[in-house]
């Protein structure tokens, strides 16, 4: 086909019916005639003065079956309905009698009937071709296409389905490879009676193409499978990591007031209650409402948490409850709330204590009948949402002093969690603060392994106000700081180190601080070093001697640390 004149590259496009008219018009296979009408000025399409006209007719409607079945494809179809309508398509278009889509198998050594057209569905379903049998076999052995012009004549042509034995006439069959790059996947088949003029190679070049669409149908279907699938796998990794983080036996502390808030973990997890967390700042409150989401039977769903204390009211209003388009300035969409995300889950609202008088009231609603509306919005919504609250504010004063409902505070304090501040368990100070050197010294990526004895005497000491979230930024500084493996007490916040933080260095005459500081060191070194006299002095760079005479001068009893683990 030659060039078009103010066709489709003009402003006014033909479809391809008007197309094939006007071509039907301008062919002739007279090239005198053919030349005569387009030297009139006649618009449409220059064609070759050898092509006929009903050459020209074939390939418009070899391209509106391409066209149709490119339809197929974006459409969202099931896999196999698609390959029906395509093989639909073939037969009602182009009049092929009967054809056939095959596929690969798992194993990779043979191919099975995926979809059929006027064959016996539930018979394909029973037949498969070893790869080199037959001629769907050999065009999945090399990869190229095949046309059997008789099948009578081809020992290759298997006829599986009988249809050549019981049709009784002549036929033609072409077969075509469906590949993916250089891997051949599959193959598409189909057959018509026998025409000696029948334009075999020009219906082998259309399967061709409809082969590629198929395969790029499948590479997009199996790319978006495999997406799918790390997606999916990531995202139940996240979960399980969540899990593992969050449940109850994570959060460290064996002391009596620790244990008490297992007890109540457990004992709330599993219903849908309402619970408040009470706490200093820094004492775990998240760490809590995670663990009884997580052990609760909502850990499949969403997880949701909003610090309200971050949040100025009108900003609040629209996180916890969303909002309609044109709410308010700046509102250029609609947007959901953390309520509607959270619907099925658990949501928590850290620090309540400072919601404002009209977001308690919504809050309120909430509780009392599960719903609420958007800002700017009308409709009421439901939610089937759990809530745990959390905050550090003195709520009983609160209501006295009119800041805050006290038919709210009655219905989120139906199950209270009090989470004792760090100095109301210091026997688990050290527990915590073995448990941060573990964490920090493989994410800063220092080999340090112990805590000295006038560091361990200082943490226990301090009065800790900002609780468990204070210890762990102190080990962070201390890890970072450490040189030799060993968190010392000089290595904490000048804090710490203060006579009211510390009894260890706090009292006495220059020379008996200096003396204690001296057996803390040797005592390290000697930790460090097994109880070894010789190694603990290499350490300390000094001598045996000096390291035995010291020993003796203060009290240190070094055969007791042999054995022991630096």
Not at 170 to 194: A, H, K, M, N, Q
Request: neutral net charge; charged residues 25%; proline residues 3%.
């Amino acid at each position: 086909m030659a060039n078009e004149r103010g066709g489709a590259l003009g402003k006014e496009r033909m479809s391809l019916p008007r197309r094939a008219n006007m071509l039907q018009f301008c062919c002739t296979d007279e090239p005198a005639e053919t030349e005569r009408l387009y030297k009139k000025g006649m618009k449409g399409e220059v064609i070759n003065m050898r092509v006929s006209s009903g050459q020209i007719v074939q390939r418009v409607t070899q391209l509106e079956t391409l066209y149709k079945i490119s339809q197929i494809f974006p459409a969202g179809t099931g896999h196999k309905h698609g390959l029906s309508e395509v093989l639909n398509i073939l037969a009602g278009e182009l009049g092929l009698n009967r054809g056939m889509i095959t596929l690969l198998t798992p194993s990779g050594d043979e191919v099975m009937i995926e979809a059929v057209h006027n064959l016996s569905e539930e018979y394909g379903r029973k037949i498969r071709y070893r790869i080199g049998e037959g001629v769907t076999g050999r065009v999945m052995e090399t990869g190229k296409a095949m046309i059997v012009p008789r099948v009578s004549q081809e020992p290759l042509f298997l006829n599986r389905f009988e249809r050549w034995n019981v049709t009784k006439e002549e036929l033609s069959f072409i077969c075509v490879p469906i590949s993916i790059g250089s891997e051949v996947i599959g193959t598409i088949s189909v057959d018509r009676p026998y025409d000696e003029e029948a334009p075999l190679e020009e219906e082998m070049r259309l399967l061709s193409i409809v082969a590629s669409m198929i395969a790029n149908d499948m590479r997009t279907r199996r790319d978006s499978a495999i997406q799918r699938q790390l997606l999916e796998d990531e995202n139940l990794r996240l979960r399980h990591e969540l899990e593992d983080k969050f449940r109850p036996e994570n959060i460290i502390g064996n002391s009596s007031a620790m244990r008490d808030v297992y007890r109540q973990i457990q004992q709330v997890a599993k219903s849908d209650t309402t619970v408040l967390i009470r706490g200093e700042s820094g004492t775990g409150k998240e760490l809590v409402a995670h663990a009884i989401h997580y052990a609760s039977l909502r850990a499949k769903s969403p997880f949701i948490k909003v610090n309200c204390a971050a949040l100025n009211e009108n900003l609040l209003e629209s996180e916890l409850f969303g909002h309609e388009k044109g709410a308010f300035t700046g509102a250029i969409q609609s947007r959901k709330g953390r309520l509607e995300e959270a619907d099925n889950g658990t949501i928590f609202l850290d620090e309540i204590g400072d919601f404002s008088p009209a977001i308690q009231v919504k809050l309120l609603r909430v509780l009392q009948e599960r719903e609420f509306e958007r800002v700017g919005s009308n409709r009421t919504l439901k939610t089937n949402t759990r809530i745990i609250t959390a905050t550090n504010h003195d709520l009983e004063k609160a209501i006295e002093d009119g800041g805050f409902r006290q038919d709210l505070y009655y219905r989120i304090n139906v199950f209270p969690i009090f989470l004792p501040p760090l100095r109301g368990h210091k026997d688990d100070i050290l527990l915590l603060a073995d448990h941060f050197v573990e964490l920090y010294s493989t994410k800063i990526g220092k080999d340090v392994r112990r805590i000295s004895t006038s560091a361990i005497n200082m943490m226990v000491s301090y009065h800790w106000p900002g609780n468990v979230r204070e210890l762990e930024n102190c080990i962070e500084r201390a890890v970072l700081l450490s040189t030799d493996g060993v968190i010392h007490g000089h290595h904490l916040p000048p804090t710490l180190q203060t006579s009211d933080a510390s009894g260890t260095i706090g009292t006495g005459s220059l020379n008996e601080r200096i003396n204690l500081f001296e057996r803390d060191l040797i005592i390290d070194a000697l930790n460090r070093c097994n109880g070894n006299l010789a190694a603990a002095a290499r350490d300390l760079k000094t001598t045996a001697r000096i390291i035995r005479y010291r020993a003796k001068e203060l009290s240190i009893d070094y055969k007791r640390y042999r054995g022991e683990k630096g």
